[in-house]
């Protein structure tokens, strides 16, 4: 088992580009989640998804959107990249999104510099 | 709402000494609690957790926490430091509730730095 894969591992944008961070977990889980990890400020939910076909916003979700394509994947996209998305990005995933015990577990992240 | 606090941004430890690294959480009810560990350049991975079962908590690398909830901490400890201990650690609660209140919320992590 890969667990989670996220594409790219670097990215350079310039400000008001446009770019899709990629997501996929073989572990048959059905919710995924998106972070951003800032020095100091530890993970910031961004968006997930509960299950298949649903998403809801995080803390921080304004200049993101997202998209569950099917049980596996869990697409990021920033449509108009800024400076103050610079940032590390995380995927992760739960078996159960509805229990609170249940462990998450994260891809290796997307480090994004926006110019 | 949950918050979690972290006490120390940075922690140093000389090589076979306690680790200590100190988690406090704000919770109407007494909440599930994680540690999670990060490593250079890579994702976090779950040293623990406490689901209610038992308030002391072993880990995985010889880590263990211990749920006090009069004093709501969830501190975690490690009796004698290794040099592969050194990454970042973090805490995290998630309310035993549903809707988005369940999902999990961090601290911001201390950096452990273990001297040789």
């Known amino acids: 088992n890969a667990g989670v894969t996220q594409t790219p591992k670097f990215q350079v944008l310039k400000t008001g580009q446009s770019m899709t961070l990629q997501c996929a977990q073989d572990?048959?889980?059905?919710?995924m989640y998106w972070y951003r990890q800032d020095p100091g400020m530890g993970l910031r939910l961004i968006y997930y998804s509960a299950s298949e076909g649903t998403t809801d916003k995080g803390e921080v979700p304004n200049g993101y959107n997202v998209s569950r394509l099917n049980k596996r994947e869990f697409s990021l996209r920033l449509e108009s990249a800024a400076p103050s998305q610079t940032s590390v990005y995380f995927c992760a995933s739960t078996e159960r999104g509805g229990i609170s015990t249940d462990t998450q577990y994260f891809g290796p992240g997307t480090r994004l510099t926006v110019l | 709402a949950q918050s979690v606090t972290q006490l120390g941004s940075h922690v140093s430890v000389s090589e076979g000494a306690l680790v200590l690294l100190r988690c406090n959480y704000s919770s109407s009810v007494p909440p599930y609690l994680f540690w999670y560990v990060q490593y250079p350049n890579q994702g976090l991975q779950l040293l623990l957790k406490?689901?209610?079962?038992?308030?002391l908590v072993k880990g995985i690398n010889g880590f263990e926490a211990e749920f006090k909830k009069s004093e709501t901490s969830f501190h975690l400890t490690k009796p004698s430091a290794h040099m592969s201990d050194a990454a970042e650690y973090f805490c995290?609660?998630?309310?035993?509730?549903?809707?988005?209140?369940?999902?999990?919320?961090f601290g911001s992590g201390t950096q452990l730095t273990v001297l040789p």
């Open positions: 572990m048959n889980h059905n919710s």
């Open positions: 406490y689901t209610s079962a038992a308030t």
């Open positions: 995290a609660v998630r309310a035993i509730s549903s809707g988005s209140a369940r999902q999990l919320t």
